[in-house]
């Protein structure tokens, strides 16, 4: 590779997002974002035409993972079991996929269920850590009686346990889709950061200091806790 200087046609400015439908326009728009060349704003034009043309390829997507996992993945299939017990239910009526307008995978409402979104999931595997992150919430809330609203320690407890146990802290995903390469201490790590970015998404949030601060704080009674599973699971 040359050392020289880059050439000024490949400078610092970003181009922006080309309106069009084309398959040439559409090609260029692609090209400059591989290429990491549109500006942010570009960024955000360009997922947010690709989610207008497959909104309903992505929900379609999402509901056939949904209707598999539901079936025959063994952690939903546990998580289910459990919910149950404590008088709740998750089915098909009550895990929805939907396309969402933010940077989040899934949510989970006590009125509503369970949000999967649609066009942030990647793969079957990703839809069925997400439903196993959000049934976690549903059992948390039956089982421990949640204040949702204006409690940010009980938020950070249950982001603790469904960070911990969903599986999407697993070291494979850590090593081969985040890229983070530590041996030691990957799990906790993985936990407290996505723990703290959930809880930094809360209204009563005030920032990412705030958000570490109630993680921290009840991170000693949280990480442990494993019911309904005897130890984390993957």
């Not at 400078?11 to 400059?32: C, H, L, Q, V």
């Not at 081969?176 to 407290?192: D, G, P, T, Y």
């Not at 109630?214 to 599973?229: A, G, I, L, Q």
Request: charged share 30%; glycine share 4%.
């Amino acid at each position: 590779m040359s050392d020289a200087e880059p050439s000024k046609a490949f400078d610092s400015k970003k181009a922006e997002y080309i309106p069009g439908d084309d398959g040439f326009t559409r090609w260029r728009n692609t090209f400059n974002l591989l290429l990491g060349r549109l500006s942010d704003e570009g960024v955000a034009q360009y997922l947010e035409k690709r989610d207008d043309r497959f909104e309903q390829q992505d929900c379609d997507r999402c509901e056939k993972f949904r209707d598999s996992i539901l079936q025959f993945s063994p952690i939903v299939r546990f998580m289910r079991k459990n919910i149950n017990q404590l008088g709740g239910d998750v089915h098909t009526d009550n895990v929805r996929c939907r396309r969402c307008y933010t940077w989040q995978g899934g949510g989970f409402d006590p009125n509503y269920g369970i949000l999967i979104c649609a066009n942030r999931m990647k793969s079957k595997s990703h839809v069925e850590d997400t439903m196993a992150h959000e049934m976690i919430h549903a059992y948390d809330h039956l089982r421990f009686k949640m204040q949702w609203q204006d409690n940010l320690r009980h938020a950070a407890c249950t982001e603790i346990r469904a960070s911990s146990l969903s599986g999407e802290c697993r070291w494979t995903q850590e090593f081969f889709h985040r890229f983070n390469f530590k041996i030691m201490q990957q799990h906790q790590e993985c936990v407290r950061r996505r723990a703290a970015l959930s809880v930094m998404a809360r209204p009563d949030c005030k920032d990412d200091v705030h958000a570490a601060k109630m993680v921290n704080e009840v991170w000693d009674s949280c990480y442990p806790d494993t019911r309904p599973f005897d130890e984390i699971y993957r």
